[in-house]
């Protein structure tokens, strides 16, 4: 069976600072990947998706970026954090394993930015 | 542009109650729609619907698409307070990957 794996589960981090997240999913291979940004209050806004190792597209301009190194690794950063990169990030997988259109989400990380 | 939405925002009941989850759509491509139900984190995936009229079902939930008149229900009968949280309504429409656009979600809170 598929897992997906987020961390950290919450992180502060300070105005300026830089961010890195990561996301990694076991159990499949060549899945399309998702990094999703959920505001409180807010429905799940698309950041950037992944169909294959170095290939990202992004939705949104803004302040991140996305890298993917490997198959099923991908990472979510910024060089410097600004207050309204705060939120809930999830990443999520789909693919051929499972139901191809449904996408599965990772337990998310909480970011605070001060 | 694309569009999900959701109604009601909000919704509070008791146990037992029956309740009706709405989900309205403009995409200029439809694929399917999918329910996921958000507790604390991460979504978890209730339904996909991809044709009109054919009800899909899950112990008390069920959901149903209407393709000519671009909605969707989600309907919980005999609601606990394990039910409460947040519906979220997305549809995917066919490109280079399997794009979901989200709806806000309706707060589900379900009391004793």
């Known amino acids: 069976s598929q897992t997906i794996h987020q961390w950290p589960a919450t992180l502060v981090q300070p105005v300026g600072s830089p961010l890195s997240l990561e996301c990694t999913v076991e159990?499949?291979?060549?899945?399309?990947l998702y990094w999703y940004r959920q505001a409180a209050g807010r429905g799940l806004q698309l950041l950037f998706y992944?169909?294959?190792?170095?290939?990202i597209s992004s939705e949104v301009p803004q302040n991140l970026s996305a890298s993917r190194p490997q198959d099923r690794q991908f990472i979510l950063s910024s060089k410097k954090l600004l207050l309204s990169d705060s939120g809930f990030y999830l990443c999520?997988?789909?693919?051929?394993?499972?139901?191809?259109?449904?996408?599965?989400f990772g337990p998310g990380t909480r970011l605070l930015v001060l | 542009e694309d569009k999900v939405v959701q109604s009601p925002l909000s919704l509070v009941v008791h146990e037992g109650d029956t309740v009706t989850l709405n989900c309205s759509y403009e995409v200029t491509n439809f694929r399917s729609l999918l329910w996921y139900k958000q507790e604390k984190k991460a979504p978890t995936f209730l339904f996909m619907l991809?044709?009109?009229?054919i009800e899909k079902k899950s112990g008390r939930l069920s959901s149903i698409l209407d393709k000519k008149e671009l909605f969707s229900i989600l309907n919980i009968t005999a609601t606990q307070t394990g039910d409460s949280a947040v519906y979220l309504c997305a549809v995917n429409f066919p490109g280079n990957t399997d794009k979901l656009i989200f709806g806000t979600g309706t707060r589900l809170q379900v009391f004793p």
């Open positions: 991809t044709s009109s009229g």
């Open positions: 999520a997988w789909s693919g051929l394993a499972a139901n191809e259109e449904t996408q599965y």
């Open positions: 992944s169909v294959g190792i170095g290939q």
């Open positions: 159990g499949t291979s060549n899945p399309n």
